[in-house]
Structure formats: C-alpha cells, structure tokens
C-alpha cells in the first residue's frame, strides 16, 4: 500500500462496540468493545476462529442488528442515529456480500428481477432505466444480459457470487463487507472473484472488510488485517508483521495453520 493510502481519512469508524446475545443458558458477549476503522480502497482483513465474533461484527457494521454499547460511524455519522429513509441511504453505502451466493438470491426469482428490486428499495427509476442499469452492473461483474434472465439455480457458484456482487455495488457503496465471500468456490473461481473484487477495489476505491479463514488469500488482498478472539480485536497490523511476527500465540496458531 501507497504512502498515500495509508494517510487517507476512514470512512467507517467503529468506536468500542460490544454485542451480547441473552439465551436461556448464558450470556454470549459476541462482539466486546471492538474499534477498527477502513478508508477508502483500503482492504482490512478479519481473521479469527470460528465462533470469535467476525460475523456479528459485520451484521452490526451493514445495520442488521443494532449494538448494545458503541458507535458506528459512517461518513462522520453514527448509522443507528438516523432514522427510516436518510438510514436506508446511509447504509446503501455499506453493502454485504455472503459466502452462499444462492440463498442470498431468492431461488424463484430471476437475476435481473432480484437486482432490479433492489434498485427499487434503493432509488426511484423507470422500467428501463433499471433493466439497463441491470445489463451494466452485471457486466461489471463480467456477466451477460444473458444471465439476468436466469434464476439462481440456474447459474454455477461463481456466477451467482459475481450476481450478488453486481447487486452490492448497485448503491454505490464506499464498503463493502465480504463474509467468506469466495469459501464455497473452487480455488480457480475463488481466484477469479479476487481479481473482480481488487478490480472493483481500484475502479470505484470501494474500502473492504474482508472476514476470511483463509489467511493466504488475506495476505495477498489485505492492506491491514485484525485478529479477532472471543469477541475482541487481538491485534491489528499489515498482513506481513501479524504473518511474521505475530504478538500473541493465538495468532501464531492461525498463522501456522494457515486455513484455519
Ligand atoms: N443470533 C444469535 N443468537 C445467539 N448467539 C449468537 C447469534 N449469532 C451469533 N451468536 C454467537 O456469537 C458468537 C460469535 O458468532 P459469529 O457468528 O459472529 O462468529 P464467527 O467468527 O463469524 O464464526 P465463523 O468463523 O464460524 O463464521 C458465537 O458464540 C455464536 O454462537
Ligand atoms: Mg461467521
């Protein structure tokens, strides 16, 4: 990463959020007082055990569930203090891509379809401003008009991916949160949606927080990466100093199993 880049000012802070889940049993504390922050093109990298609180950290920062202590910040705004149509904008500026492309489709609908009411949740537009602007954002994503006409089950995994990439960046967003975005592909399409997320990175200096188990891939993609363990930010540091010279044994263990 440029000097450059590194100098740049965040466009998401998240300032000491904790998120507590109450079941019958226990209290899970799943998200404990975490800050981290991303600027624009920036890639930061979230490795962390399965159960350490990367998945809740990303509902919390897109909006889909609210934290119990702690502030998001957003474009200098905290996106649970505005309400209805202004937050529907704001978050329109943080997106979600899952790690199985086709239940974050609905499986009847058509590709084209589910991108265009999307468009419709998001802004007002005609029948064929939306049908071209779904033509462009799917050949953004290196799809044809062809497959619009599809319905999820008729695309292969990492065609669907790169359809629930196209329908992310339909709102512009300035972050796009990856939650084991390629994990259910083969390693040759996982390669492939790669290059599309770095290109989509540089076109549009979309910030990523990219949540993997795959420390490799991190390492290549991220410019920063943080350790999260029980809920809580271990370290934070370029992919380099947590690969080679990491603070704690925990990440020494990630780091030696490597996928994890
Ligand atoms: N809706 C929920 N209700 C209760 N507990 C939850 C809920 N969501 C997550 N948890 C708990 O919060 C903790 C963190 O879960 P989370 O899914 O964020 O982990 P993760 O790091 O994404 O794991 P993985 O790598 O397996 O995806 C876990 O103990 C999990 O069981
Ligand atoms: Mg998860």
Do not use: W
């Not at 502030?71 to 209805?84: A, H, L, Q």
């Not at 999820?152 to 992310?168: E, F, H, N, V």
């Amino acid at each position: 990463m440029s000097t450059n880049e590194q100098m740049k000012n965040p466009i998401l802070t998240v300032e000491n959020v904790s998120k507590s889940f109450t079941k019958k049993y226990a209290k899970i504390p799943a998200v404990d007082g975490v800050n981290l922050s991303v600027a624009a093109g920036e890639v930061l990298g979230l490795v962390g055990e399965s159960g350490s609180g990367k998945s809740t950290l990303a509902r919390l920062i897109t909006g889909m569930i609210k934290p119990d202590t702690g502030k998001i910040i957003m474009d200098g705004k905290n996106i649970n203090d505005i309400k209805n149509k202004k937050s529907k904008a704001m978050l329109s500026n943080i997106q979600m891509v899952f790690q199985d492309a086709y239940s974050s489709f609905d499986g009847r609908m058509k590709i084209g379809d589910s991108i265009g009411e999307f468009l419709d949740n998001h802004y007002k537009m005609s029948r064929e401003m939306k049908r071209e602007k779904t033509i462009e954002l799917l050949d953004k994503v290196g799809l044809s008009p062809e497959h619009a006409n599809r319905i999820p089950g008729q695309l292969s995994g990492g065609q669907c991916q790169r359809a629930a990439i196209a329908r992310a960046i339909s709102t512009n967003p300035k972050i796009l949160v990856c939650d084991e975005a390629t994990s259910a592909l083969d390693v040759s399409v996982q390669a492939q949606i790669m290059e599309l997320l770095e290109r989509l990175r540089q076109d549009l200096d979309i910030g990523f927080l990219f949540i993997s188990h795959d420390l490799p891939l991190v390492n290549c993609f991220a410019h920063r990466m943080a350790v999260m363990y029980e809920g809580k930010i271990l370290e934070t540091g370029t992919p380099e100093k947590i690969i080679n010279d990491p603070k704690f044994e925990y990440t020494q263990k990630l780091v030696s199993a490597g996928r994890y």
